[in-house]
């Protein structure tokens, strides 16, 4: 497997254009199966959880083309089979599936989806949300079973605003008789995407973005054009770099309002931007002062930027606090990030808290999930000397052309095998 090796301390001046949000795209193209006809979904990104969704869609026998960044999808050969484990594995988003193919089919038949293991993660709430809707689940050891006759509206109240909850009983209830409301929904706007995709090929969904969702059922969806919403992770994530490094550095095709929670913090910090209508231009300042953060659905501030925060935090003077309430088990990029020179506690796994300013010294080190990887690069990127982050698979799957963005940048980063 390739490493990424970075000579850390050059400055990064530019335009760095943000691709389409990972979050977004896992369940556009898994909801696209409930067309029976051709869809497209432009603006995807190039990464491997799409690859791997790819796979899942081919052996369904569903027809997928990829151009550049369109994704153009045909069911209309479309077989429901058992998913395997090695398939479902690959992502944690496969348990769109479960919604896609209890929506078109009635029944679903997979094991239990992989992905980053940063908490328990759970899918209680998906299938509790089914079973509301009238479907039967039958659990054996990682394998599952969902079936229903018929699928019927329903009031659903959901204990924790769940991303994947949300949108896997939205998709499932798109089709079903009568109406579904989701109660305590999750309001990311991922969210609102996936609705707007689903009702631009004839679902009835309002109220997506809102703690409330109504879904009226239709019987038959048609094809549509649809495009997946910038990444707020990615961009957020160029954006703590470009505060440590930025010259005049642009991150650009960027939606400002999804971004508000970490803009706040960085000028909490005293990151200067210049924010226009879909791009930001950010100077490295020589001093930033300790802030705190504390992790909460959204609007709040999103847990996938913890982790990345965490180089950004050991260049800021004081101490910081930094409060994970969504994940039990985010802080796996600590040890390595001390390892380079940082000072840092966690207390309990939930709380750390971070004492600048530390200089950064490049070592070998690793990605021990998605955004765990992504905060090591930031750490190669602001260090000292030369810095090799081994098991990269894990960046792979949430950042499009990594690498190659930053380079053009002026970044010292390559992929070395
Ligand atoms: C999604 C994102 C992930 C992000 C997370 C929180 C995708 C593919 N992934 O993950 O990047 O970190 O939102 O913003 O969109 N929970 C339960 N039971 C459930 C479901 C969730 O208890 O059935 C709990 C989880 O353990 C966690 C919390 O709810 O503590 C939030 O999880 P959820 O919003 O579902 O995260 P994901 O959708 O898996």
């Known amino acids: 497997m390739s490493k990424i090796q970075i000579e850390g301390g050059h400055k990064l001046t530019g335009t760095i254009n943000i691709s389409g949000a990972k979050n977004s795209a896992v ?81 679903v038949d997979m094991h239990f989806p992989g992905g980053c293991s940063i908490g328990k993660r759970p899918i209680d709430l998906h299938l509790k949300g089914f079973e509301k809707l009238g479907a039967k689940v039958e659990e054996k050891d990682d394998h599952i079973t969902i079936s229903a006759n018929e699928l019927k509206g329903n009031k659903i109240y959901l204990d924790i605003p769940s991303v994947g909850a949300t949108i896997n009983i939205m998709i499932a209830a798109v089709k079903a008789t009568g109406t579904t409301i989701i109660e305590n929904a999750a309001q990311e706007p991922e969210i609102v995407n ?14 997506a973005g809102s703690n409330s969702i109504k879904i009226i059922g239709v019987k038959k969806l048609t094809k549509a054009i649809h495009e997946v919403i910038p990444d707020r992770i990615e961009a957020g994530t160029y954006l703590i770099i470009a505060s440590l490094l930025g010259e005049n550095l642009k991150i650009n095709k960027i939606i400002i309002s999804h971004l508000e929670p970490l803009i706040s913090k960085l000028q909490e910090a005293g990151v200067k931007m210049d924010i226009k209508d879909d791009y930001i231009i950010v100077n490295k300042v020589e001093k930033y002062k300790a802030i705190n953060i504390k992790t909460l659905v959204y609007p709040g501030f999103p847990t996938d930027l913890q982790q990345p925060m965490i180089p950004f935090l050991t260049q800021c003077r004081g101490i910081s606090k930094v409060e994970e309430t969504i994940w039990e088990n985010r802080f796996q990029n600590i040890p390595d990030t001390i390892k380079m020179g940082a000072d840092i506690k966690v207390e309990n796994n939930r709380i750390a808290y971070i004492k600048g300013i530390t200089p950064l010294t490049g070592k ?49 980063i390559e992929l070395i095998d």
């Open 27 to 107: 369940a556009l193209i898994p909801s696209a199966i409930l067309c029976d006809e051709q869809t497209t979904i432009t603006n995807v990104p190039n990464i491997s959880d799409v690859d791997s969704l790819e796979e899942i869609l081919k052996y369904l026998n569903v027809s997928i083309k990829r151009d550049n960044d369109n994704v153009t999808i045909d069911c209309s050969k479309m077989e429901n089979k058992s998913i395997p484990n090695e398939l479902s594995q690959k992502l944690r988003a496969s348990y769109y599936f479960m919604g896609a193919l209890l929506a078109k089919f009635h029944k």
């Open 194 to 207: 996936v609705a707007m995709y689903l009702n631009n090929m004839g679902a009835q969904i309002t109220g």
């Open 364 to 412: 070998e080190v690793k990605a021990t999930d998605l955004r765990g990887g992504a905060s090591m690069l930031i750490c190669g990127l602001i260090a000292k000397g030369n810095t090799t982050i081994s098991n990269i698979n894990y960046i792979l799957r949430g950042y499009d052309k990594i690498v190659e963005k930053l380079q053009q940048v002026g970044a010292k």
